[in-house]
Structures are given as structure tokens and as C-alpha cells.
């Protein structure tokens, strides 16, 4: 019922979005612009923000427009681990296989690099998601695993993605060393008032819908909710469209923002 009342073809706030209809607002964008510089340097970056402003789907994104031939990639998304599981993880991710000591582990991952880039030639890309929950011994580890040649090189991407407090702990002076070889990091802002209403309109064009079905109100009470945040404020209005739906109207006003608020709490 939903889809025929507003014209849609798919959901307009589906988390499986094709990487090409990302809105692209100016902190976004900046993170590209930065990811582009991290693909001249390689090295360490840190992609930090509040849950929800798209900090994965961008990393997909960007994972998504690289040429597989020149460019291999790793995601790691489990980081709840101990430190032994974390090495194995991050090894058969790498290998296919992983050993039940630390050191052959090691070994493993910083073999498989080499191999990538001297026999395959492909650059190898790490990503550890939710990187906020690592153990403190985890944090420790990626220093260790980044030291390639003497600490001279820096052959690999990898970039740990976390919540915002992630930077508080990695400035820590137990973390100093890894905090030294970060070359990159950023923090990915929410949505302002007029990219929020542009964010609305975005994914209901790409959905299908050729008008705008809120009203500015429902657009304010939108971005008021949810302060700019791109997944909370997908959440509410698709639950303000299915209120709206069920009381077949086609404008989506404040108060089909309101109810769906409640609803979501």
C-alpha cells in the first residue's frame, strides 16, 4: 500500500543504498576528499563520529569505487575480541587460515601484505569497524602489526572507525605510539538544517517519489528529532510515511512526525 500512495520503487531509506545515491553533504565530502589523499600515502586513518552519520556506508563507498586489481581489502566489523581472537580475525581475513599462536599469526598477516604488494601488486586495505569497543591490548596491537621495515614504510591502508569517544582514547598516553602513527583523521558531522531537508528530498527521488510528500513543518520536526542525524532521521520519516499511509493521506505533515516520534521511542 505504501509504495503505489507515494510513488516509491524501493524504500527510500533502505540501508542497502547503492553507493552512487550516497547524499553527499559537505562534511561527506570532505571525507572523500581525505580518502583520496589516503589512497597517495597509505598509512593510518582514523574515521571517527556519533552513530548513524554514515561512517561505514561511506567506507563501502569508497571500498566500492576502487579498481579490484589495483587494490585488495579487508573488513573486520566483530571487535569485541580478545587479542588472541583479534589476530585471528584479522589473519584469515587476510589468508584464509590463522594459527592459535600469536606469533605465527603475526607473521601470517605481515606476510600476506608483503605478498600483496610485491607479487600481486595490489595495495592492501584494513578496515576494523566499530573500533570504539576494541580492548585496550587490541589498540597496542595495530601499532605492532603497522611496523613494516624498521618502521620505514607505510605499505597499507587501514583505517579504524569508531564513536566520537574513540579519539579521547586513543590520545590516551598509554596509546601515544599509535596516536603518532595516525596520518589522517576526521570526524564526520551530522546533517545542518538545509542538508537535512535535502537528505529527505534525495532518497525520496531516488525511491521513485516525484514530489515532495513532507510539508516544510514535517521537514523542521525532522531534522528537530533527530539534530541532523542521516539514520534516525530515515528511520522517522519512514515511520511518518507508513502513519501517513495508513490514514491515506499523501503530505506528511508535523503531526505524522510527532506520532511516529512516539512510536519509535
Known amino acids: 500500500m505504501i509504495k503505489p500512495l507515494f510513488g516509491f520503487k524501493t524504500n527510500p531509506f533502505a540501508k542497502d543504498i547503492d553507493s552512487k545515491n550516497i547524499f553527499m553533504s559537505a562534511s561527506m565530502k570532505e ?17 571517527t563520529g556519533e552513530p548513524g552519520v554514515g561512517k561505514t556506508m561511506a567506507i563501502r563507498a569508497f571500498i566500492e569505487q576502487l579498481n579490484p586489481s589495483l587494490y585488495s581489502y579487508v573488513y573486520v566489523p566483530l571487535s569485541t575480541v580478545s587479542n588472541a581472537d583479534f589476530y585471528r580475525q584479522l589473519c584469515f581475513q587476510l589468508t584464509g587460515e590463522y594459527s592459535y599462536r600469536k606469533a605465527a599469526c603475526f607473521h601470517k598477516i605481515q606476510s600476506a601484505i608483503i605478498d600483496l604488494i610485491n607479487n600481486k601488486k595490489k595495495v592492501p586495505l584494513v578496515v576494523i569497524d566499530e573500533s570504539h569497543l576494541l580492548k585496550p591490548d587490541n589498540l597496542y596491537e595495530i601499532q605492532i602489526i603497522l611496523n613494516f621495515d624498521m618502521d620505514s ?11 566520537t569517544h574513540l579519539r579521547d ?23 545542518d538544517k538545509n542538508e537535512a531537508k535535502e537528505y529527505i528530498l534525495h532518497h525520496l527521488k531516488i525511491a521513485g517519489c516525484k514530489s515532495n510528500i513532507f510539508n ?13 542525524n542521516p539514520r534516525e532521521m530515515g ?6 510515511i ?3 499511509a495508513g490514514e491515506k493521506k499523501q503530505l506528511i505533515t508535523e503531526e505524522e512526525v510527532y506520532t511516529a516520534s512516539k512510536e519509535l521511542q
Open 169 to 191: 582514547t586513543i590520545a590516551r598516553q598509554v596509546h601515544r605510539a599509535l596516536n603518532q602513527r595516525i596520518v589522517l583523521r576526521y570526524v564526520l558531522q551530522p546533517l
Open 242 to 244: 507508513m502513519v501517513a
Open 216 to 228: 516544510d513543518a514535517a521537514l523542521e520536526a525532522l531534522y528537530g528529532n533527530a539534530q541532523g
Open 31 to 47: 571525507l572523500f576528499s581525505r580518502l583520496d589523499y589516503l589512497q597517495q600515502t597509505r598509512g593510518l586513518m582514523l574515521l
Open 235 to 240: 528511520n522517522l520519516a519512514w515511520k511518518a
Open 153 to 163: 614504510t607505510d605499505p597499507v591502508i587501514f583505517i579504524i572507525i569508531g564513536q
